[in-house]
């Protein structure tokens, strides 16, 4: 089973449609073969209008429809009754293949999404080393992108060129049943369209290929001139270069100029074939009626037949194309996506009831693992580990040690020899169970876009634990496993807290508590809590002790109890001060903003605020102070690519925005007296938006003079003053009786701003915080909100040490019988290392650990060593005695 | 105590001296201006190295730890740099640095993610620091070379 279909995936995409929808296209296929009769019939009913109908050739009037005597009409009812026949025809026809299509539609987009998700399960099945050699930008576009073209063709796949072909069938039909000759005429050019057209296709490709060639060439020709533009110059070889150019577009322009050729070629021929054919049917036609043996009616109705065939015949050859395509496509796809030694599907069949325990002693059997036919990782390696013992695993790098690891936690597969938990052999464990069970934490462990709660619980979500809670979720589930993806309702109850020893989810924080306080991040997490917010609506309680401690803090700050230690490290919220360590925006307003139309860049065209600014003459003043904020920012970063994350980060200006805010300058050029030129309204609030977000001791862009802020203070009042009622309410005003809903936990304990540039300030005030919050038992409350901190993409707003120290309590919480580490704690300082190694030997009592470093000196803290080399194991045995005796451990002590 | 000064202050150190000034300025618009009070610690030999620093005004004392204790080592003064090593590898601290006794030290802070940020997004910038750290390593055998020629 090591690379097969076991999931269905053929290499043929025909082979795929018939696989997973062979019920679906037959009956698609019954019901374009009914439609048929029905196109037949509005072919053939024109022939009896214009004869019977109109001409009233071959039938006696009044005829009795339906041949019971009960209808008798005239010519003229005859007439209308054949034309509501024939439209009664029209609807049938249409609708059934209205509903055809629409049928074919589900069955196409059932196959995209049944292909897309196994596509999906392979990846999470692919054995680990291949994504060293496979990028995720390499797996990306196959899944989202080409996978929606090969869909799209999925769908047509067997029901276009039936239904096309059917059509074409049946006009033939009529054509040959009105008169072979005819019939023989209206086919007798299909032959040849059927072999020239591909054939002229077929060079066009060709030539395509060629095109691509010759354009990247030339790419590569000019930035080799580029490079080499002063030797050129000082040379003074242009000449020649233009001649090698010269000769080069020349190349480019042939082949474009014969590819436009060619597809004229076949548009004409296909345009001449199609409509060359009605001579024939004027000619024969023509004859046949003068002749007698064929009526108007019939020629008329052969005409409109075979305008008809033009379409599906077009239709056919579009296909053609299309499958070649499609088929290519989807065969480039699947071969990605079959590396050697996946996991078997079996493994990750979804499971139901409790893992089983893991609680034997490992023992490794002539355990060998490669990495591909030369590169040994492990080789023949033997040993036992009894449950709840602890081992350390040592040696070089590459010896050995690191692959077994791996190999322990599954994300190597053994190439020879086994590894047995008591009486299971490892290979055979399920995913979901091994995950349940097994605790890995490898060097630099990867942390997901989720809450800091969320990241810890989401290794206790290996099996659904409550079924869909509605109706139309379970709909969807139905349609789900209709296209082969998993019936499992991921909005279900997933999370085993009982795993964890939680009670439940609301206990479940204070075994996050225990388990982030044993690796060191409790704080760093108490500290996230800090930076959170909180509605203080649904959370009245905690505002009000948030209060409290702002009174209590500042008793710290100053009065009779002051703590020297915080001299000069906050700038608290003064109405009658500038207060340097916060923005222009944020002194000016001297408050949060609640409303988007007073945050961030929307503020500078707030029409209140404008006005203010207005009244009090400092409108020209920011805008000329905004331009040289964007001066500086332009100058900073414009050699940066677009979405750096550095824009984010310090740039004033968004990285879309530098080139508007590039031509601003340059039509915002200061006259020769050193004053502005008249600036538009929309220039005017770009520029004035920049200095709003100048925050003085930060950005040290020595903007901002004393007399500055005395104007900014003289706006601040009149803001306060006169804004209307309307505008005040988006505004949380810096007001130290109140909690501020728009700001931090912290901000809202400080009210005020921690200075910048004094180091040591964050520790310090952080120390006095943490003081102040424990006086008042809300260190909890804290830590609960640092929970919900969403820890970005990839984990980006933790630290990298963060993050290790929050995927071994991830593996901690879990409880595991076996604890993988593999040079886990590298990446934390030496002192969290000392810190966080006695926490873990401490936490796994009673649990196996296997604990690979390659920090030798950490062995000695366990009772007994495997020590690898060149992916042997060399040294196996107590550490005491392997200390004393010589060998690679003792040699390893002797270096470090 | 503005940008200007600051980005003078980087030219001045061999380390950054041949790289572009605009990059030079966005590097200390990035970086933090920090002020330690006399006797405050910088950082502490065996702290995971996260910073350089550049000393804009005041004193540093170099010290180690060793069986007898602390002992200094060096002082560094204006626009010389601090712990560089940290931003371009992975290793702790070498040393303890602390702000002399007599006045303020006033340092700008590099952080090593932010100055990678940079030096990924212009390769240029990582050149020109290897031919300096190369001119180091041919510095240093040298010096060797003359010591060991001198005992010898």
Known sequence: MASGADDGLDRSIYRYVIRFSIKDTLAICGLVAAAQLFYYVTLDLPKNIMNQGIQGKGIQFPVDLGGLGWFSVGQIQYLLSLCALFFVAILINGGLKQYVNSLKGKLGERLLRRLRFQLMARILRFPVPHFRKTSSGELIPMLTAEVEQIGGFMGDAFVQPLMQAGMLLTIAIFLFVQNPLMGFAAVSLFPLQAYIVPKLQKRVKALGKERVKAVRKISERIGETVGGIQEVRTLGTAAWERADYTDRFGLVYRIRYEIYQRKSLVKFINNTLNQGAPLLFYGIGGYLVIEGSLSVGALVAALTAHKDMTAPWKELLDYYQQSQDAQQKYEQVIEQFQPE?????????????????????????????????????????????????????????????????????????????????????????????????????????????????????????????????????????????????????????????????????????????????????????????????????????????ILAARAAFRQRLSGSQADPALKGLIETFDPERYNDNASLGENLLFGTPLDASFEGEALATQPDFLAVLRAKGMEAELVAMGRKVAETMVELFAGLPAGHEFFDRFSFIAADDLPAYQAILTRTVPLAD???????????????????????????????????????????????????????????????????????????????????????????????????LDALALRERVFEIGLDFQTGVAGSRLSAPQRQKLAIARALVKRPDILVMNDSIAALDRSAQARVLDAIIDGTRGMTLVWATQDATSAPRFARALVFSDGRLVQDGPVEDLKAREGMLKEMLAAD | MSLKEETDAL??????????????????????????????????????????????????????????????????????????????????????????????????????????????????????????????????????????????
């Open chain 1, 341 to 545: 030694n996946m996991l078997p599907a079996g493994l990750h069949a979804p499971s139901t009831g409790s893992a089983p325990r893991l609680d034997g002693p490992i023992v490794a059997n002539a355990l060998t693992v490669h990495e591909d036919a030369q590169t040994k990782l492990l080789e023949g390696v033997n040993f036992t580990i009894a449950p709840g013992e602890h081992v350390a695993v040592v040696g070089p790098a590459n010896g050995g040690r690191e692959a077994l690891a791996l190999t322990l936690a599954r994300l190597y597969l053994p190439t020879g020899g086994s590894i047995r938990i008591g009486d299971v052999d490892l290979a055979t464990v399920s995913d979901a169970d091994l995950g349940a069970r097994l605790g890995y934490v490898g060097p630099s462990a990867y942390v997901f876009s989720a809450s800091v709660r969320d990241n810890l619980a989401y290794g206790l979500r290996q099996r659904v634990l409550s079924a869909a809670e509605n109706a139309e979720r379970r709909a969807m589930l139905a349609e789900a496993e209709k296209a082969g993806n998993l019936p499992l309702d991921v909005e279900a109850q997933w999370v085993d807290y009982a795993q964890s020893g939680a009670k439940d989810a609301a206990d479940f924080d204070r075994v996050a508590a225990e388990v982030l306080t044993r690796v060191d991040l409790a704080e760093d997490v108490f500290q996230l809590g800090l930076r959170g917010r909180i509605d203080p609506r649904r959370k009245q309680a905690v505002a009000d002790a």
């Open chain 1, 674 to 772: 050193g004053s502005l030129p008249a600036i538009d309204e929309e220039d005017r609030a770009r520029l004035l938006s920049l200095p709003l977000k100048l925050v003085d001791a930060r950005h040290r862009l020595g903007l901002i003079d004393k007399d500055f802020k005395a104007r900014a203070l003289a706006v601040r009042k009149a803001l306060h003053g006169d804004l209307p009622e309307a505008a005040r309410a988006k505004i949380a005003f810096f007001d130290p009786d109140s909690y501020n809903a728009a700001a931090s936990i912290q901000d809202n304990i400080l009210f005020g701003r921690v200075a910048y540039g004094q180091a040591k300030a964050q520790a310090t005030v952080g120390q006095t915080i943490r003081e102040v």
């Open chain 2, 11 to 152: 030219k001045r150190i061999p380390l950054f001296a041949n790289l572009d000034p605009a990059k030079l300025k966005l590097l200390a618009f990035m970086s933090q201006r920090l002020t330690f009070e006399p006797g405050h610690a910088v950082f502490q030999q065996g702290d995971a190295g996260d910073a350089a620093y550049i000393v804009l005004d005041g004193e540093a004392v170099i010290s180690i730890d060793t069986p007898k204790g602390r002992i200094d080592i060096a002082r560094m003064g204006r626009n010389e740099i601090l712990g560089e090593i940290a931003i371009l590898c992975d290793v702790p601290r070498t040393a303890h640095v602390t702000a002399a006794t007599e006045k303020n030290l006033v340092c700008l802070k590099i952080e090593k993610n932010d100055f990678m940020g940079l030096i990924n997004e212009f390769p240029g910038m990582a050149v020109e620091i290897m031919r300096e750290l190369a001119r180091r390593i041919v510095n240093t055998n040298q010096q060797l070379r003359q010591a060991v020629a001198a005992k010898g």
